[in-house]
């Protein structure tokens, strides 16, 4: 539901990833903002092998960017915050609700996120290696002691915070990096608010958006 069009706005994302990667590709999170923003977006699409120039936009020639008619960032969390800036139904306005929201999108992506995709990198990377076996229960239990910790805290909330928030945009979209364990569904509060976050409207556009690129532009003998 595009209310406020803004033909500036362009994205970068893979043009196709395998099928593993399918749904947690990071620029998810950008388009899901969009979408509870209401903003038209473009998507530029990279292949696996970028272009050296890319990373003039992306130092680490990682996706996303972002783009618009004022600024050209890279990172997922500072592209949220900046869409949250135009859209209070992603940031509050209020300096303590806001900062609320600010420090559960810091919380997603540096005390959860790297638990989470440590151990997603164990197993969707490193599987056949020896290492990754003596490893793997380490990377395990941490992942499920930051998800306890979240669990703890949320108990019977719908949201991290009193409404729905960029912190929570960014938090279920890292629960999705664990989405091949049963890790999350050990948390029963947890698992519903997983749920709860996938069941937006805005969320379930963006996710049929980055799906869809990938099934226009699947190799030839890459079906899963
Ligand atoms: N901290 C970055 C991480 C971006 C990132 O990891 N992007 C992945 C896709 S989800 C990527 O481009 N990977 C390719 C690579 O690292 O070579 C952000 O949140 O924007």
Excluded at 125 to 144: D, Q, V
Excluded at 191 to 208: H, K, T, W
């Amino acid at each position: 539901m595009p209310l406020k069009p803004d033909p500036s706005i362009e994205i970068t994302a893979f043009r196709w990833v395998p099928p593993f990667a399918q749904g947690v590709v990071r620029d998810l999170r950008v388009r899901w903002a969009l979408e509870e923003a209401g903003l038209h977006y473009r998507v530029r699409l990279l292949d696996l092998q970028r272009p050296p120039e890319y990373l003039r936009e992306q130092p680490f020639d990682q996706v996303p960017t972002y783009r618009d008619s004022e600024i050209h960032i890279f990172e997922s969390g500072a592209i949220v915050q900046h869409i949250g800036e135009k859209c209070e139904v992603l940031l509050p306005r209020e300096t303590a609700a806001r900062m609320r929201a600010i420090q559960w999108s810091y919380a997603a992506l540096n005390s959860v996120e790297p638990a989470l995709w440590n151990l997603a990198l164990i197993d969707l990377f490193y599987a056949s290696e020896k290492w990754s076996r003596l490893r793997r229960p380490g990377a395990e239990a941490l992942a499920r002691l930051k998800l306890k910790r979240l669990s703890d805290w949320l108990g019977e909330s719908e949201w991290l915070d009193d409404r729905f928030t960029i912190g929570d945009l960014m938090m279920v979209t890292v629960l999705r990096n664990v989405r091949h364990t049963g890790l999350i569904a050990e948390q029963a509060n947890l698992a519903a608010y997983l749920e709860r976050g996938e069941q937006r409207p805005a969320f379930q556009q963006a996710l049929s958006d980055q799906l869809a690129v990938f099934r226009e532009h699947e190799p030839q003998g890459a079906a899963a």
